[in-house]
């Protein structure tokens, strides 16, 4: 087996560990492409806005208003980017930072008539997360969001908006950068035959 599959094959198998994503009544749901990188590997991470779980009722977001902290600071962050509809007038991508991309700023517009229903939860910004080229041990990059806005149209025929701020559940994931491949191997046998033991 050559070193490209040792690496593909313990990535598959150190992915095999990840959790069903949970989708909150209403807040930040954030998602990793590929959550185990080998040195060099990217992987893009997503933020999407779920609101439909609370009462009062709301139709579809209007602004969101948040930051993505990381462990390890803006280091291997690169593109923060807006998803459309959620890139309407005076929106921001946000900011590398020491703690990671700040000042994210999404929003759409609701037009007389009421506007299409969105995909849900609706994807509203991304950012590119590489790994260093040498790693000589595993680690951890933990993410989380820090949300300050969160209004929704509980009408679609209608231009007003309600905050869901104190409803929000702030989104986490984690990103688990490992050395390749004859150490990753063995990384993730180890790994899985944990899995194996708690399961009996």
Do not use: C, K
């Amino acid at each position: 087996m050559d070193t490209r599959a040792i690496g593909l094959f313990a990535t598959g198998l150190l992915a095999a560990t990840a959790t069903a994503q949970i989708i909150p009544d209403a807040g930040i749901v954030m998602t990793v492409e590929d959550s185990v990188l080998l040195p060099g590997q990217s992987t893009t991470i997503t933020l999407s806005a779920a609101w439909e779980g609370v009462w009062p009722h709301a139709d579809d977001i209007a602004v969101v208003g948040t930051s993505l902290l990381s462990s390890a600071g803006s280091t291997g962050l690169s593109a923060p980017t807006l998803i459309d509809p959620m890139s309407g007038p005076g929106t921001l991508p946000g900011v590398l930072s020491p703690a990671g991309v700040e000042g994210i700023l999404a929003a759409q517009l609701n037009f007389p008539g009421g506007i299409i229903p969105d995909p849900y939860p609706l994807p509203f910004w991304q950012v590119t997360y590489s790994a260093p080229a040498d790693v000589a041990t595993a680690f951890d990059v933990d993410l989380s969001t820090l949300t300050t806005r969160f209004d929704a149209y509980p009408d679609i025929r209608s231009s007003a908006t309600i905050s869901l701020l104190d409803h929000v559940v702030e989104g986490s994931a984690t990103i688990r950068v490992i050395p390749a491949p004859a150490g990753t191997l063995l990384l993730a046998l180890g790994l899985l035959s944990a899995r194996r033991q708690r399961r009996n």
